[in-house]
Each structure stands twice: as structure tokens, then as C-alpha cells.
């Protein structure tokens, strides 16, 4: 049977052809250093598994939850956003509950974009923003993030004509991929503009507190009347160390979170209470581990960088949040001719900045969960294999 022509549409998954190598290269017995993945290394703390534990014996948890989230879950939500970013939320009407983030992103996308809308995506960026616009049959402009402008869209850049008709934009800071933070006189500006040429504006905040050297990542609803025209997504994945319970939240503008949560309601069921409770216990709890975390990236990232220093990546500017290093490649090699080279040769999984877009051209990211001891590992690994900044293309041509 033929596959849908949107599936069709969508381009082949970067990390699927690096997966493949990396696995022929597992079934080998090599041990291959998997600087790839953005997934924190530590477990996801007791006293929010413990929550899970208790819940999963009281049988009231086993039925449906109800759609949009619990009303505990979402007053979590509102006190700790009023605590965290001094901006209120009403939990009825302005905060939905979320599978995780990736899955708010791709539904927000499907609740707005009908075949032939324009929507505006950063470029590197994380792959969904895009997926998922082809997926709904939109069209999608790219908004260059470069070094000169700090990894932020050049507004001003954007054409007229594109402003015009364009429906949504997405922006992600703490970003994934680059490492790029955004303050609030930025976002000031996106709101300004959303208001001009009436543009929804989804903020993706998934990285909210994975800051770093006194730096905290402000939300776009902080700008006065950034609720008219924005949502934003936050997800416990990153803070709490937990990717893989799957649970996020979606809030901000009433419209926006009753068509997507109308949207949801026709799609999946919500999360199951268990993990709703488990999310309750992480935004009401101690958050000392948020720290202690953070600190360890912090370690690594700054041995990353010395060591990297010593191979020739000489001009690294410390990252102030994410658990990514958004770094260039040798000059005379491709993302994708880079990363080859490292795991062939070095056994070390590094996605190409193209993964993330066009744009990512001349960058590879690497990601710091794993150990020192891992990441000391990879650099003596590129180091014996000659991979240098300034001579690997000398080497591999
Ligand atoms: C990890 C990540 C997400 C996905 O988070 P989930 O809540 O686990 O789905 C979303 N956006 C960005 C930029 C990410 O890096």
C-alpha cells in the first residue's frame, strides 16, 4: 500500500543513515561515544518517582484522565509560573496539559496551518517545527539564525510580503540547537511585530532552567501583551530529568489553548494521572536537583571547551544555557563530511548542523550528557586520530 503523499513529503531523517552506521559499528564490539543525543544522563529524582510509585497503587489513577489535564496539574502549573516568571495564569482557560512538548509543537502547527499557510521557522532549528508544517500541507519561510546576529532571527530581515501573510512563527530560547539565549528586548520585538501583522508566536521553552553563570531565561508572556498573540511550551523533560515519562504543558493565549486542546481532545487522551501526579510533585517539590544538574553541565561544558581549545577550537564563547555546543567545523569540510569522520574514525556520534536545517551548514553539535570521564575519552579519541580544526580536511581529502 502507498504511503500518504504528506509522509511522502517529509525529507529523510538525518539521523536515521548515522544511526545505521553507528549500529554496523556497535555490531563490531566498538565502543562508540554517543555525543548525539540530547537526554539527561542522570535519573529523574526520588521523591518525584516516589510520587509515581504511591500513585501507581490507588486504582482512581487507573482510569482516563480528563482532557486538558488534571485541575491540580494545571494550578501546579499556574503558582510555579507566577513564582518563577511573576505572570499569572488563569488554569482554567489558559494552560493545557501536554504529551511533551514535541507533541504540543505538532499540534499547535495542525491547529493552525492549512494547506498553503506560511509559517516562519528559525533555521538551524529543532526538525518538528518543519515536519510538522510540511505534515499539515503549510508552507514555511526560513529565518537564518547566524553567529554575526547571536543565533536570533534578523527581523527585520523578514520581507513585508512574508509578514503579511504569514500565520505562526516559532521560536525556541534557550535554543536547541545552537545554545543561543534571547532576552527580554527581543521578545518585545517579536510581540511588536506579531501585533502588526497579527502572526501567532509559539515559543518553545523547553531549556527554561537549564541556565547557566547567573543567567535565568525569561518567558515571552512577561512582555505586556504578549498573551494576545503568544503561547509558549514547556516541557519536564530537560529540568527533571524526565524524557521519558513523557509530560509538558502548553499555556498563554485563551484562544490558542482551547483550539489546541479541542484539537488534542480528538487526537489522544491525555497523560496518564500517575505521571500527572509524578509532574505535580516536580513543580511543587524541592527543586535543589535543578542546580546540582546544571552544575555538572556547566563541568563538562567547561572541560569541553579546554579540551577543545587544545585541538584548536580556539574561539568557543561559554554557552549560558542547554546541554548543547553548537561548534564550527574545519574550514574545508562539510557538516556531514565532519561527522562521517568522527564516528569512521573516532567512533564518535556528532549530528551535523544540517540536521537542523540548511543554515546549520559549517557546524556540528554536540551534546554534553555523558560523563567527564566519557567526554575526556572523545577528545583523546579525536586527538589520536588527528582531528584538529585546522587539519582534518587536510587529512580526509
Ligand atoms: C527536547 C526538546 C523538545 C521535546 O521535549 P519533550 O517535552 O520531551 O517532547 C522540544 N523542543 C526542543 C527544542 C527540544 O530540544
Known sequence: MEVSKRLKQIPPYVFAQIDQKRQALVAQGIDVINLGIGDPDGPTPSHIVETAKQALDNPVNHHYPPFGGMMEYKEAISSWF??????NLNPKTQI?????SKEGLHNTIMAYIDSGDL???????????????????????FMNLSEENDFLPDLEAIPQNVLNSAKLMLLNYPNNPTAAIADLAFFEKVIHLAKKHDILIAHDLAYSEMTFDNYKAPSILEVKGANEYAIELHS?????????????????????VKAIASLKSNVDTDI?????????????????HIQTCNDIYVSRRNLAINELKKLGWGDIKPNKATFYMWLKVPKSMTSADFCT??????????????AYGPYGEGYFRISLCVSEARLKEAFARMKAKNIYFDNTSVASR
Open 82 to 87: 507566577s513564582s518563577r516568571f511573576n505572570v
Open 96 to 100: 493545557t496539559s501536554l504529551i511533551g
Open 119 to 141: 509559517a516562519l521557522i528559525p533555521d538551524p532549528a529543532y526538525p518538528v517545527y518543519r515536519t510538522s508544517t510540511i505534515l499539515a500541507g503549510g508552507e514555511t519561510y
Open 236 to 256: 519536564l523533560s530537560k529540568t527533571y530529568n524526565m524524557t521519558g515519562w513523557r509530560i509538558g504543558f502548553l499555556v498563554g493565549n485563551e484562544n490558542s
Open 272 to 288: 496518564f494521572k500517575v505521571v500527572q501526579l509524578a509532574a505535580i510533585k516536580a513543580l511543587t517539590g524541592p527543586m535543589d
Open 341 to 354: 569522520k568522527m564516528l569512521e574514525e573516532a567512533h564518535i556520534v556528532v549530528p551535523p548542523g544540517t
